[in-house]
């Protein structure tokens, strides 16, 4: 993880400082270890095991409230058209998308 943070702060010029821990694990030794912060999810639309895209949706859509952080498997063509489809629906519904740091720090 270092050295993937190293090749993202020398390409971008920003440090890293959020991680999504894999499958949600995290132990707090790890945030001195690597000085991030972890950022988990509360809605798992479970993309990871189903290609049908309205089903995707509806796990998200029906989930969503106010601060909800959704999980989403970029590595999935149906994962990708199903966060189109989602970002369109909760717009739709007055949701505003934001950056973790507004999240989690305003």
């Known amino acids: 993880m270092i050295q993937t943070n190293e090749v993202i702060e020398g390409l971008t010029g920003q440090e890293v400082q959020y991680v999504r821990p894999p499958y949600g694990t995290w132990d707090k030794k790890f945030e001195k270890e690597l000085n991030m ?8 639309p479970l993309d990871w095991c189903s290609d049908n895209v309205a089903c995707i949706v509806q796990n998200v859509t029906s989930k969503a409230e106010e601060n909800s952080i ?7 063509k149906s994962t990708v058209t199903a966060a189109f489809q989602i970002i ?10 934001v950056t973790v740091d507004e999240l989690l720090f305003d």
């Open 37 to 44: 912060f972890p950022v988990l999810w509360t809605i798992d």
């Open 88 to 97: 369109d629906e909760l717009m739709e519904q007055g949701y505003e998308f």
């Open 70 to 76: 959704i999980l989403m498997h970029d590595e999935y």
